[in-house]
């Protein structure tokens, strides 16, 4: 038989050419890089990454000079893009449910408010929005020079709300223990509660206990002086307000941008999910004598989150990798960093290796936590 | 008891439940339905009420920025003197002629190749052959004696259209290749098409733009240099070729595996049993879901203005700063951006609505 027409020998052929024709297509770009690179004097390597950063992060949730390293720098960036998503992912699902809700009431009004709501926002693009947010903060509130004044301490104007912030003074480290100690008694106590409520067919204060550990302890350590906090109170100087908890407006342009869109895909996904459960599950819990919103909260919701979690975790991811839209209003992302960086250095590829890397494992994480809440949820077939 | 009581009432007795229509019941059945209702008309009527004051009652139809920035309302003014640079961007002034007839031309032809009826290979060659050639030589000019105008130039609505319908029409074949390949029961191509298509979908459009734009270069022999534009098209291709590498995917599961072993056992190729027997069944179930990625796109385009191309949303807010204006029709120009993005998006969702009917109507 001629080997030509072995089905096994063509099936190699055809990857050994697959994996050579990417692997020479690298190459060659690869060389190409590195010639271009040399003619323009451009050094290759993260060695970079150790070097003095040099600039200005406007906004930093750790502790970061332009003395640092262009390395701290980028996990600033790093810090701040997870700061935003997570907040946008847990605002915008709950304001989500609320919409999804009313998508869904009985009453005709509310339905077509709701529906109004999400097409207007999910039929214009997110980045019109966040300049359109940006603008209106701008526009709408004066100049840091004549701040609003709302309430002692608390200035607001077109370069964000400040407001006084709570520090701890001393015993932080006892203070952390000992919350999440509380939250770990809490959970415990919540689930022997629950178990013997199941056990005995009697309720019980499990609840009530649960939120006595969770805030006892904290408060015991505040009683004893063990842990003291301080106030830092914004000062109007001429110019500028120092101290105090800044809020910028690109902060809160993006936040309210990316949590308006979560909201109006979770509500479209909840809504798709709860429907999808049909009126035989509404009725048979109905004629068991469960009231409404004790059907939704044990039969219909545990059955509907099936459907939900799916496209869920695409939600999260997109807000996740929308983002990355803070560089067109300023708000210094992973990206918008990354570019900084860029523009310093003139290393093109590794910056944008590092910040694609960055979003490649994050999104997996993201991906790899939910399938592992769905395989939870899921229905288990025997 | 009470029961009992209800039964001892002789028949008849029991007054009938006050019949009220349907409509009445639906918005005020209840105490609380009827708080709901009112709360709406409320919100209803005031949204209603400070829309017409800003765009009739305060608005200034006619004078200038300083007409505009003496009153609370709609500036009409601004859109009026600015609306042939936000849809056509640094176009030629005397040339743009040429992108509306384009515009129109595309549009047109979009709305002819939406009704299932015309649907055939004919459309297909029909785009390729007539239309589209017609669409870039009158935007790029240099022929009939049209003068040329670089693509540097190109800018607004039409550029908007063209990033995200180009970048579907070359990612539709990419991404059905890499649906195929990952597919495919060679472990090597596999994997090959599986890292591409997970690496694109875990990373942000920005970052492969940001790779087109910054990176390519550099990848490029020296003297060679690409067109900026292209640079941006080529990211959208690459970027929607993972998403409709998913959405294919999607569809060839729905393709029962008898379909692919009864064209096998036919004696006819893998490629003729793709071709003929389980794409055309899987490309059709896809088309609804590859309308509203359609939708999707158009909006992501938004984007190229962050690497400093002129799409529509970029000429509406150069068309902002401009000295004479600024500060005094943001609102204005936002929210006509706004309208126009929502109206072609919104139309399209009800196409992929309506298809998604018309489907379960001709294929059960």
């Not at chain 1, 300049?131 to 200035?155: C, D, R």
């Not at chain 2, 008898?258 to 793709?274: C, D, I, P, R």
Request: aromatic residues 10%.
């Amino acid at each position: 038989m001629n080997i030509l027409n072995d089905m096994r020998f063509r099936a190699l052929c055809y990857q050994i050419g697959a994996i050579g024709l990417v692997a020479a297509a690298a190459w060659t770009m690869f060389a190409t890089a590195s010639d271009n690179l040399a003619k323009q004097n451009i050094a290759t390597g993260f060695g970079f990454l150790a070097r003095q950063a040099g600039f200005v992060i406007s906004e930093t949730a750790i502790a970061y000079q332009p003395t640092d390293s262009i390395a701290r720098a980028i996990f600033v960036g790093i810090v701040n893009t997870v700061k935003v998503s997570l907040l946008a992912a847990i605002l915008g699902t709950i304001l989500g449910l609320f919409v999804g809700v009313a998508r869904m009431s009985r009453n005709p009004l509310l339905t077509r408010l709701a529906l109004a709501y999400v097409e207007v926002l999910r039929n214009v693009p997110l980045l019109l929005y966040l300049f359109l947010w940006y603008s209106l903060i701008i526009l709408v509130f004066p100049p840091v020079k004549q701040a609003l004044n709302i309430l002692p301490g608390v200035y607001l104007s077109n370069s964000g709300l400040v407001l006084p912030a709570v520090f701890v003074e001393n015993g932080a480290v006892l203070l952390a223990l000992f919350v999440c100690a509380g939250v770990a008694a809490a959970i415990l106590i919540r689930r022997i509660g629950q178990q013997r409520r199941i056990a005995t067919g009697k309720s019980n204060h499990g609840m009530a206990i649960a939120a006595l550990a969770l805030l006892l302890p904290p408060l015991l350590l505040w009683m004893l002086g063990l842990v003291s906090f301080g106030w830092d109170i914004p000062q109007a100087g001429r110019f500028r307000l120092t101290g105090g908890l800044h809020v910028r407006p690109e902060f809160v342009a993006l936040l309210f941008g990316l949590l308006l869109s979560v909201s109006a895909s979770v509500a479209e996904i909840v809504r798709a999910g709860i429907q999808a459960i049909g009126p035989g599950q509404w009725e048979a819990a109905a004629a068991l004598g469960l009231h409404r919103s004790r059907v939704m909260r044990l039969v219909v919701l545990p059955q509907a989150l099936r459907l939900i979690i799916p496209p869920l975790t695409n939600t999260y991811l997109t807000v996740f990798k929308n983002s990355s839209l803070a560089i067109a209003i300023g708000y210094p992302d992973l990206v918008m960093v990354s570019n900084t960086v860029m523009n310093q250095t003139g290393q093109a590829i590794e910056t944008i290796a590092i910040f694609m890397g960055v979003y490649l494992g994050l999104s997996i994480a993201i991906s790899l936590a939910m399938n592992w809440y769905n395989a939870r949820v899921a229905l288990r077939v025997r | 008891m009470a029961e009992t009581q209800a039964l001892s009432l002789p028949l008849g007795a029991a007054k009938p439940p006050a019949r009220r229509s349907g409509w009445f019941k639906a918005y005020f059945g209840t105490p609380l339905n009827s708080m709901i209702s009112l709360a709406s008309m409320a919100a209803i009527f005031f949204l209603g009420k400070l829309a017409f004051g800003w765009l009739v009652v305060n608005a200034v139809f006619s004078g200038d920025a300083a007409t505009c920035k003496a009153s609370s309302g709609a500036c009409w003014p601004f859109l009026a003197e600015k609306l042939r640079y936000m849809i056509f961007g640094f176009y030629p002034f005397e040339e743009q002629w040429r992108p509306l007839l384009a515009l129109t031309l595309f549009l047109a032809s979009c709305l002819i190749s939406m009704m299932p009826r015309f649907w055939s290979r004919a459309l297909l060659y029909a785009w390729l052959l007539v239309v589209l050639p017609i669409l870039y030589v009158l935007m790029a000019g240099g022929f009939f004696g049209l003068s040329v105008v670089p693509t540097s130039s190109w800018g607004g609505l039409p550029l908007s259209f063209m990033l995200s319908f180009i970048g579907l029409v070359c990612a539709l074949p990419l991404g059905i290749g890499l649906a195929l390949a990952r597919a495919s029961s060679l472990p090597a191509i596999r994997v090959l098409a599986v890292g591409f298509i997970e690496i694109v979908r875990g990373v942000p459009l920005i970052s492969i733009l940001f790779m087109a734009t910054v990176m390519l270069p550099l990848f490029m022999p020296e003297g060679v240099t690409i067109d900026k534009l292209l640079r941006a098209q080529v990211a959208i291709i690459i970027f929607a070729a993972a998403y409709i590498a998913e959405i294919v995917r999607g569809g060839l599961q729905d393709v029962p595996e008898g379909q692919f072993e009864a064209g096998q056992s036919l004696g006819l190729s893998y490629w003729q049993v793709m071709r003929k027997i389980v794409l055309p069944q899987a490309l059709k179930k896809v088309i609804p879901p590859m309308v509203g990625l359609f939708i999707g796109f158009f909006q992501d385009t938004t984007l190229v203005t962050i690497v400093g191309l002129l799409d529509f949303l970029d000429t509406v807010r150069s068309a902002l700063r401009d000295p004479e204006w600024q500060g005094i029709a943001v609102l204005e120009g936002y929210i006509f951006a706004a309208a126009v993005y929502f109206t072609f998006s919104a139309l399209m969702g009800l196409y992929s609505r309506f298809l998604e009917q018309h489907f379960r109507v001709t294929h059960g």
